[in-house]
T-cell receptor
Framework: GAVVSQHPSWVICKSGTSVKIECRSL??????MFWYRQFPKQSLMLMAT?????????EQGVEKDKFLINHASLTLSTLTVTSAHPEDSSFYICSATGPSGKYFGPGTRLTVT | AQTVTQSQPEMSVQEAETVTLSCTYDTSESDYYLFWYKQPPSRQMILVIRQEAYKQQNATENRFSVNFQKAAKSFSLKISDSQLGDAAMYFCAYRTHSGTYKYIFGTGTRLKVLA
């Protein structure tokens, strides 16, 4: 079946630094990928829709300058959290639209100290 | 705008028993998809079952079945013969029939399975 991977699975960074999270579709091409954020014991909140070769579409309230999304190829989308703050600590999940629907990555836990 | 509501933050079921998780949604569209996802402690989202709104027949996947009431905008999940491995967070999700494939998730129900 279709697989979506994320790297890293867990990252710790210092406040003020930037961190990049990768989302890859391993065995299919994904023209559209999605980035979600999930706080502990809460639901998945869509942050943005990533489109290959074009700018991402951000949901209302999501700072596009803080959460930079690049969908440079049909198998890779990246989320860069710039100037990270402790409140950015969360679980970030990507998903991709594949041959038989939507496939989720395993998530990345970001801790900002 | 569409909304998805799960009114049960937590549910418990005895092993081998049956449990029903509730989900209601609001939309003005006539055609759409509904899903139930399972999120175990690993946090990997796993598709449990999906329902297309234009299909009147309720979807079934082994021990999992749904009760889809389109007029009432209700989409409940029934888990039969509950197993310890069913313990997880369960999210109900809505997706429009066409367009960007954006999903709207409910707040989730934590299911505990008691041995």
């Amino acid at each position: 079946g279709a697989v979506v991977s994320q790297h890293p699975s867990w990252v710790i960074c210092k406040s003020g630094t930037s961190v990049k999270i990768e989302c890859r579709s391993l065995d299919f091409q994904a023209t559209t990928m999605f980035w979600y954020r999930q706080f502990p014991k809460q639901s998945l909140m869509l942050m943005a829709t990533s489109n290959e070769g074009s700018k991402a579409t951000y949901e209302q309230g999501v700072e596009k300058d803080k959460f930079l999304i690049n969908h440079a190829s049909l198998t890779l989308s990246t989320l860069t959290v710039t100037s990270a703050h402790p409140e950015d600590s969360s679980f970030y999940i990507c998903s991709a639209t594949g041959p038989s629907g939507k496939y989720f990555g395993p998530g990345t836990r970001l801790t900002v100290t | 705008a569409q909304t998805v509501t799960q009114s049960q933050p937590e549910m418990s079921v005895q092993e081998a028993e049956t449990v029903t998780l509730s989900c209601t949604y609001d939309t003005s569209e006539s055609d759409y998809y509904l899903f139930w996802y399972k999120q175990p402690p690993s946090r990997q989202m796993i598709l449990v079952i999906r329902q297309e709104a234009y299909k009147q027949q309720n979807a079934t996947e082994n021990r999992f079945s749904v009760n889809f009431q389109k007029a009432a905008k209700s989409f409940s999940l029934k888990i039969s013969d509950s197993q310890l491995g069913d313990a997880a967070m369960y999210f109900c999700a809505y997706r429009t029939h066409s367009g960007t494939y954006k999903y709207i998730f409910g707040t989730g129900t934590r299911l505990k399975v008691l041995a």
